[in-house]
């Protein structure tokens, strides 16, 4: 497909199917849709927040529905291994009766992994997936294993319940392209809700694209020109979040431990190609990069004991550094109008 | 220049401005990649639509930055000014604020049109800033940067398409705009307020200050023209010396104008320099005149001229008077005295005019033929015209010395306010009976010729040891030794009332402190004004001796 227009149509098109065909199982979260979807198409991994439910779990799966790739869900729990997420090697018996050891893969060999309660799990467990979400591969005994592209990891945990969890570690947190916090429907949206789970009407999700459609669009993601002085708002932004930095923003100075990582501006920049490309766009603006600043640095935030004390929501500090920071400035740091 | 050839100098300025470009808009480090990458991108080709739609946007914003830049320097320049205004309360600042006006409104807005012309924006810039302006999403700056950068990406056609689809021209022109520059206000009320403190606050100066003392010194100055030309308005309304009498009203306006407004000495002295002018030129005029009467360019002292043309007038009426009896009854006294007379004024004033020596001539053939009336009117005439050249010369001292008196006030002016006052400075003899300072013009000065100014002793230091003369320091002497201990209260000795009694005022130990001796210089001036009167009227000298015995003897009371 050598004309671009047609390449970013087609692009748009099936982005719109595929929000069509979720839109007909999942009511209401078009914030979240479309933010998983840009997540998806630019290559990246979520984590979904938000109180039990809410249809995280189904909106995974309704995706891995329209999507045509392999699908897998994995329940965390506390006695969740690392072995039983990779995999692990087994003994083997041949015909000859000879005995070997053969790889039993486990269910992050998929396409779309979801990781169902991520924090139930113990940290060594969760650390299991470290590897496969940066790398795309898994390691046991010594032998690497790649994995299917795309592959796309859909982490979903509960914010409320604290007893018998293990938060996140940061390099974990880190490896998250978004963090989507769902929030709770409308009443318009939960009449809706009812309707449709009460009922005998039941809807089939068509499939709307195969793995190497997703893979082709993310190529075309990555293609989007971003202008430097974007890329330099984007620079800005992430060392505004670092308390000790020159840019820092005062509310981080305040209540930041540690700011975004280098992934942060990734997301930022990936993001924001995947926003413009959905705007009918050929470039990425100040705008797509505010867009998707929430979702890409919310998780990347740590507050200091200040700022856990006072009950501050990284969000916050994200819209603060937003507002503080100017798109354009020049050679003496002064904002251009 | 065609709008391919303006296409292809902006590709030419690019990149030799790529140093500066896009480097506006970042700092430190990243500066010197992003020089790189426009180095790099100097291959890079610019389409002739993307110039275009960017070269309007670069002339308006180098237009309102020449216009913005030329507004703040001249704010700037006007509060300098008004910064100046201040200074004068305190110090004298020798310039025009008029010109101080121009000079800021006209340098500041050559130098801010020059330096906000300089300010050309970058390319990138002028895209970032369409961008901002028409909200275009980045789409210029990225596609700037994209030509340059990747001319051979995918991206590059349906980008250009799609924003110069987004920037509409008369959307360009709106979003920049040449307006009138948001210091204008600001300008526009310095100047108001600059301008209403020259009209109504101009001179003021704090008491106390160097400005003060000029200001002082002004006035002082002013007391003393005034002062010169009301005793040049006697002297022409005596002597009937018309220009003397019409710029002595001048000089009188100019010296209350310095008692009464408050002018900086800049403007005094243009005012001066104003009158000196006007003078110089009536001068010439009264010289072209004298010269017509063959009275030009002269040898001998005016002071003597006119002692002369005063005697040929006495003498002229004098050989008229002579002249009547034979007018009357064709018979007089002594007719041979009075052609002798006539041939004595001849040859002893053949320096005068030659035209009066020829009425002289006349009259005297006239008189030995006996032409009684003939003579009557040749001598009438001579007289008329030796009376008119003596009001001439007159007229020349007067404006001589107003024109003196004007130069030394400008000096004094100049000088400054330290020193002494122009009254003090002025010799006792010349402050004694309100007579102008430093007459030397004998016309004026004695009101009649006949008397040699005498030369007056130099002034300075050590030097005010003639009577009459000096400063008032030189009066007082050196500090001299007093009683320091505080004065005892008056002791008495006796009983009141009862026998004699006597009071005693006790002092203490001496302080050194400065005596004072009153001058009499009244006194002294009324001697010499004596001695001149009786030159003048012939005294014989043993009357004489006891005038001045009367006067030596006045003074030492």
Redesign the interface.
Known sequence: MENLEARAEWFRSIHRRIREEIGKVIVGHEQVVEEVLIALFAGGHVLLEGVPGLGKTLLVRTLSQCLSLRYSRIQFTPDLMPADIVGTNVVVQDREGRRYFEFQRGPIFSQIVLADEINRATPKTQSALLEAMQEHAVTASGVRYPLEEPFFVLATQNPIEMEGTYPLPEAQLDRFFFKIKVQFPRADELVEIIDRTTTANSHAVAVVADGPTILAMQDLVREVPIASHVKDYVARLILATHPEGEGAAPMARKFVRYGASPRGAQALVLGGKVRALLRGRYNVSFEDIREVALPALRHRIILNFEGEAEGLDPDAIVQHILEETPEVVDARGRPVA | MSISERGRWLQRSLRSRASWG??????GG??GG?RA?WRSASHGHLSQRLLEKLQPVIWRIQWARALEAMVFLQLVGILLVAGTLLLQLVLPIDLSTSLLVAIALLGGGLVGVGYGWAQRPSLFEAA??LD?RLGL???M???L??SLT?PS???L???QA?ALSHAEPREVAKAFPIRIPRRTPWLILSLAGVLAWELTMAGLTIPGTVASQIAQRIREEGKVLEQVAREMERRGRVEVLPETRRLSQKLSELGRKFQKERLERVDALAKIKELTREIEATRIRLEERLKAEELGPRQEPSGDLLRRLGSVSRRIRSIREGIAPFEERGTGKDLRSLLSSLDELQQEENGLPQGLLQTLEEARRKLSEGDWQGAARSLESAEERATALHRLLLDEEGLTQAHSQLQRSAENIARGGGGESPMEARSPHDRGEGKPPRSRSPGLDQGAPGEQEPVPPSLGPYTGTEPGTGRVVEFTGPPTPRLRTPKAPLQLRGIPGEGKSRWTEVAGKGEESRSVRIPRRAIVGAIQEADRYMERARVPAPFREVVRRYFQELARW
Not at chain 2, 22 to 27: E, V
Request: proline fraction near 7%; hydrophobic fraction near 40%.
């Open positions: 896009i480097g506006n808009f970042h700092r990243r500066r992003m990458l970032v800033l901002r999403h980045e789409r700056a990225t596609l940067e994209l990747h990406s995918p991206f056609a349906p980008l799609d």
